[in-house]
């Protein structure tokens, strides 16, 4: 089975400092991964994917996430926040074909002035 | 806008009652799911549909009933629920099951029994 675990349950951050928002997945196989980022009292929205290529993907609002297989990471980044990031993220896998979303418990992130 | 709309957003209900959660989309998506969010925990998948067929049940209490009269709507339909059943109910479509794309989120339904 493959699971999600993300670390930092919170991360506080001033405004314009750079953060990184851990991942690490555990399966066998090849797999598809994704963040998705939650506003408050919204639903989740897709801020990027890896699904193959490149292993380096970007948002459009300036974050960025690595796969890294020997590592089986992929830790999200962005060198510059705003307050608006202030969000929960989300770390999700699935493997390819007919299987399902794992998600990870989400990580706060904080940002104050 | 993403395209997934849940109503209500917010909903209280007693033990006792029996109430409705709907979920439509308007993305021409085959897939549809379930998904509850407690705090400190990760997303729980209760329920996928496929072309209107139920693929996934993860032993999800029969209080919890799914319907999918068509591709387009999900309902959940809710009757006994105990208090620790109180979350945040989240309905997410995709293309279809075998894709390797993102699935779309509705808002949610911000649910609290008493």
């Known amino acids: 089975a493959q699971s999600v675990t993300q670390l930092d349950s919170q991360v506080p951050v001033f405004e314009e400092a750079p953060v990184e928002l851990r991942c690490n997945y555990s399966?066998?196989?090849?797999?598809?991964l994704f963040w998705y980022v939650q506003y408050p009292n919204q639903g989740l929205q897709l801020l990027l994917k890896?699904?193959?290529?490149?292993?380096l993907v970007e948002s459009i609002n300036g974050f960025e996430a690595e796969f890294n297989k020997s590592q089986t990471s992929f830790h999200l980044r962005k060198p510059s926040v705003h307050i608006s990031d202030t969000a929960e993220y989300f770390c999700?896998?699935?493997?390819?074909?007919?299987?399902?979303?794992?998600f990870g418990t989400g990580t706060r992130l904080l940002v104050s002035p | 806008e993403t395209g997934v709309t849940q109503t209500p957003r917010h909903l209280v209900m007693g033990m006792t009652n029996k109430k409705s959660l709907k979920c439509e989309q308007h993305?021409?998506?085959?897939?549809m799911y379930w998904y509850k969010q407690s705090a400190k925990k990760p997303l729980e998948l209760m329920f996928v549909?496929?072309?209107?067929?139920?693929?996934e049940n993860n032993s999800v209490p029969s209080r919890f009933s799914p319907e999918c009269p068509n591709s387009s709507h999900l309902f959940l339909h809710l009757h006994t629920l105990q208090p620790e059943d109180s979350a945040l109910y989240l309905c997410?479509?995709?293309?279809?099951?075998?894709?390797?794309?993102?699935?779309?989120f509705g808002q949610g339904t911000r649910l609290t029994v008493v």
């Open positions: 997410a479509s995709s293309q279809d099951l075998m894709e390797s794309g993102e699935a779309f």
């Open positions: 399966s066998s196989v090849s797999v598809y």
């Open positions: 890896y699904l193959s290529g490149s292993t």
């Open positions: 999700a896998v699935k493997k390819g074909g007919f299987q399902k979303l794992v």
């Open positions: 993305l021409g998506h085959n897939a």
């Open positions: 549909y496929n072309f209107k067929e139920q693929t």
